[in-house]
């Protein structure tokens, strides 16, 4: 899925509730990461639950794979990678990820641990991308 197709299937919940409820689905299709990445060298400092991120890099591509340990992260997971899979290193440093959120509405309905968690994985995204 493509993020214009996310914000339009945003656009569509009326409330918070049914947007949580669509955020865990799309963690739930996430496909689960091997124990073998669940590892310190992938994890994702500053996020209270438990997250993990692998970059790959395809020619000039960067993909990543993701996973949490809760639901409502492991879906937050999923609108990032969508933001920012399958992207060269300066398409990634070139994407202003805080307008994305703001039209989702993430800052004014995720706790203030949440996003400084959101945050963190934006960082780390842009730091493998900056290695490359």
Known sequence: MKIEELLEN????DSWEDK???IIELGEKLPPLEDKYKTDAYKVSGCTSQVWLVPEIHDDKISFRGDSDALIVKGL???VLMIF??????EISEIEVENIFAKLGLKEHLSPSRRNGLTSLVEKIKSYASRN
């Open 10 to 13: 945003f656009e569509f919940l």
């Open 85 to 90: 899979s399958n992207k060269s290193a300066k």
């Open 20 to 22: 949580y409820r669509y």
């Open 77 to 79: 997971i999923a609108i």
